[in-house]
């Protein structure tokens, strides 16, 4: 059956924790020259309102890996649901392509995608969700701490796409998540009550000392994302406090680890020190992108049939 990775709820947590340890796999295959040929004939259409180097490249690259052919698509050449409706475009890019994913503004768009789309559908980054993103990061989390369960995740910063892939992340793994964010910059309500009212273990807090006690994972991304750039001096007056910088790291825990989706705005969110520093692991998330969605890829083909 055709499926879509729209959110990491799409998947339960069995194929969740299934699909990092294919990327593992895939990962030890690389490095010996080895890649299951998963795509072999398939073009995955790779649609982008928005720019990107992490997921455009490690998608293209994990595709010419997995034996597909892929096409780089901006709004030039479509311009979704302005030039024909996004149904039309949907059922006409079916007929073409074996996978699309799409980075865009409109998460209520990437659904109307997947909805008429006949082949899988994965959401490279909208307004609100970021989930590839962040079943890399658990990887990076795996690897470098043992394992996810039980791993308490502080996010700082702006609430945004980042910070509602955690609340979903808690949705599905026994993860403790506290989001660590301004009054004025919060992730989504609606969602953080969801995943309460599910049990999950996520909470909004607003002092950042409080949130980084004890934390095994210190996580930041930029105060103003794509397309709030407009927004960025206010955001930076307002989230100055949620900085992720050596003091305040005093007083995570002694093991942990410091993540960054990228790009960094370093000196804003991140200070240079930090980010350089021994417990980053900014750069292996980075290249987890990669394994990731080969994984990612590599499922949704085999559940397609
Ligand atoms: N982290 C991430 O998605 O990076 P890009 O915006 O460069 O793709
Ligand atoms: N929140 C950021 C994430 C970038 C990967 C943005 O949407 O711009």
């Not at 994972?217 to 007056?237: H, L, N, P």
Request: aromatic share 6%; proline share 4%; charged share 25%.
């Amino acid at each position: 059956m055709k499926r879509d990775f729209l959110a990491l709820t799409d998947m339960t947590s069995d194929e969740l924790l299934g699909t990092i340890s294919l990327a593992r796999e895939l990962k030890r295959q690389r490095q010996l020259g080895q890649c299951p040929q998963a795509l072999a004939g398939l073009t995955v259409g790779c649609i982008f309102h928005k720019p990107s180097l992490r997921t455009r490249i490690s998608f293209e690259t994990g595709i010419h890996d997995l034996g597909g052919h892929s096409l780089y698509i901006t709004k030039d050449e479509i311009d979704l649901g302005k030039r024909e409706t996004i149904e039309d475009a949907a059922r006409v890019l079916s007929r073409y392509l074996g996978m699309i994913m799409i980075r865009t503004f409109s998460h209520a768009d990437v659904e109307k995608l997947a909805k008429y789309a006949s082949v899988p559908v994965i959401n490279g980054l909208t307004d609100f969700l970021h989930p590839c993103q962040v079943l890399g990061d658990l990887m990076t989390i795996q690897e470098h701490l043992g394992a996810v369960e039980g791993v308490k995740v502080t996010y700082l910063g702006d609430g945004n796409n980042m910070t509602n892939s955690w609340i979903n992340a808690a949705r599905r793994l026994p993860l403790e998540v506290t989001l660590a964010t301004a009054e004025g910059a919060p992730p989504s309500l609606d969602l953080l009550q969801k995943a309460k009212d599910e049990g999950a273990k996520v909470r909004w807090i607003h002092d950042p000392a409080a949130a980084v006690k004890g934390a095994h994972v210190i996580y930041t991304d930029v105060w103003a994302s794509m397309g709030q750039k407009d927004k960025a001096e206010d955001k930076a007056r307002l989230l100055a406090p949620f900085q992720v910088n050596a003091e305040l790291l005093k007083g995570a825990d002694p093991r942990h680890i410091v993540m960054h989706c990228l790009p960094a705005e370093r000196g804003k969110e991140i200070t240079d020190e930090v980010m350089d520093g021994p417990h980053s692991v900014v750069f292996d998330q980075a290249e987890n992108r990669l394994h990731i969605q080969k994984a990612i890829m590599a499922r949704l083909m085999e559940w397609a049939g």
